[in-house]
């Protein structure tokens, strides 16, 4: 099993920014992929960023250029810095994890609780 535990958000306005964390703990051994992804009210949930255990990453069309994911790995700690912040990127933010390359497809087994991001314009 695996527990993920974000943080770092709230609200900012429009060109903002903010950096989400993720910290993981449990069966480590299952976190060789990691990424974020969002979900606004009344959308499906969306994948932002994700990584891989030799620093791979990739990124959403939409925030390519302003969000960049990173991971400290002795700290167990993903990573979210979010620049340039629009009100469309309003949504909760959650982290996930797997021993599986998903990607940015939500099919991750592990999941944290989220945490909010407001951008107001």
């Known amino acids: 099993q695996v527990q993920l535990v974000e943080s770092g958000g709230g609200s900012v306005q429009s060109g903002g920014s903010l950096r989400l964390s993720c910290a993981a703990s449990?069966?480590?051994?299952?976190?060789?992929?990691m990424a974020w992804f969002r979900q606004a009210p009344g959308k499906e949930r969306e994948g932002v960023a994700a990584i891989d255990s030799f620093g791979l990453t990739i990124y959403a069309d939409s925030v390519k250029g302003r969000f960049t994911i990173s991971q400290d790995k002795a700290k167990n700690t993903l990573y979210l810095q979010m620049n340039s912040l629009k009100p469309e990127d309003t949504a909760s933010y959650y982290c996930?994890?797997?021993?599986?390359?998903?990607?940015?497809?939500?099919?991750?087994?592990?999941w944290g609780q989220g945490t909010q991001v407001t951008v107001s314009s």
């Open positions: 449990g069966d480590t051994y299952s976190t060789g992929f």
């Open positions: 996930a994890a797997d021993r599986i390359r998903w990607l940015l497809m939500p099919r991750y087994s592990y």
